[in-house]
């Protein structure tokens, strides 16, 4: 390989849209790991005691990030939100894992995808914000979407799909949580207190369903926590390192992942339906952030160029 071709393939892969996109392809692969590890123990162990050990060991991969920065690390002056954060981020769990029992990994992914759409709305409603026409056009088009895997009247609606809706309003809080802790706390610290709530919050209703997990599955539930754990983490990075805009179509591969897994282990995929639904609702969210980005980029650009007017 010449220098130059070496030179050329190394700063392609240095740019921030690479870099993003393999953090967020990560993240993707974490999640799906995480989802189907779930999948596999749901009829050995309850939801409560998979939701607990998800968080104790993904709190077990933060050490190594404790050790280096300190407890210091973790200092806050908005506890309240991340408790209400992590009681919001535990019920989604719960719901998202208990979606688990009625239906397949890669149609929990799918309808996941809503939660920007969802948050948008809520945002608009709740909070103030503007309300501008390409966001209820997005939100139209997710809703469509979610409609056509759900199919009310033609086929019957699933309890796990009922859970998996449930999960995203729950996910939505959660969202809105960390969109205001970002502010002011730093990412790692906002994920550690996610993983330390989450434990002791997790813990009391998993005693009530223990089942002491073979090694075996101990290993599953590590392997779990691990996934989780690079979800949240690759996120985060993925969001640092580029535009949202370059970053966020690399989310959707969460559904063929998660299909894959759920093919390979335990003989199941999502529906035709289901792939067109989902491919639905993240057009829908794609286009929003693309709206999103051009108006804060137009915005930048008058702004700065208003001082020599």
């Known amino acids: 390989m010449s220098e130059s071709l070496r030179a050329r393939i190394n700063s392609a892969l240095s740019s921030p849209g690479v870099v993003g996109a393999l953090w967020m392809l990560l993240s993707a692969a974490g999640w799906a790991t995480m989802v189907t590890v779930a999948r596999g123990l749901k009829d050995d162990l309850h939801t409560f005691e998979i939701s607990f050990f998800r968080s104790f060991f993904a709190l077990i991969f933060f050490i190594p990030w404790l050790t280096r920065n300190g407890f210091g690390a973790l200092k806050t002056e908005r506890m309240r939100l991340h408790i209400i954060r992590g009681v919001s981020g535990l019920i989604a769990l719960y719901f998202m894992f208990g979606a688990l029992f009625y239906i397949p990994t890669g ?77 002011t706390d730093q990412p790692d610290a906002i994920a550690a207190w996610q993983v330390i709530i989450f434990s002791v919050l997790s813990i009391g209703p998993a005693l009530f369903v223990w089942v002491t997990p073979t090694w075996e599955q101990c290993g599953a539930l590590l392997i779990m926590g691990f996934g989780a754990m690079i979800a949240q983490r690759a996120m985060t990075r993925a969001y640092k390192a580029a535009d949202l805009t370059v970053v966020l179509p690399f989310e959707y591969t969460r559904l063929p992942i998660a299909a894959f897994f759920g093919l390979m282990l335990f003989s199941e995929f999502p529906d035709l339906w289901t792939w067109i639904g989902g491919t639905v609702i993240f057009a829908a969210t794609v286009f929003m952030a693309q709206r999103e980005t051009a108006e804060a980029r137009r915005s930048r650009t008058s702004g700065e160029k208003r001082p020599d007017a």
């Open 107 to 183: 149609e929990v992914a799918a309808i996941t995808f809503l939660r920007p759409l969802v948050a948008s709305a809520c945002v608009i409603l709740f909070m103030g914000e503007p309300s501008k026409p390409h966001r209820w056009i997005a939100i139209a088009i997710g809703l469509t979407g979610a409609y056509i895997i759900v199919r009310p009247g033609v086929s019957a609606v699933s309890p796990g799909q009922f859970l998996a809706f449930g999960a995203v309003f729950a996910m939505v809080i959660t969202s809105m949580m960390i969109k205001s802790l970002t502010k």
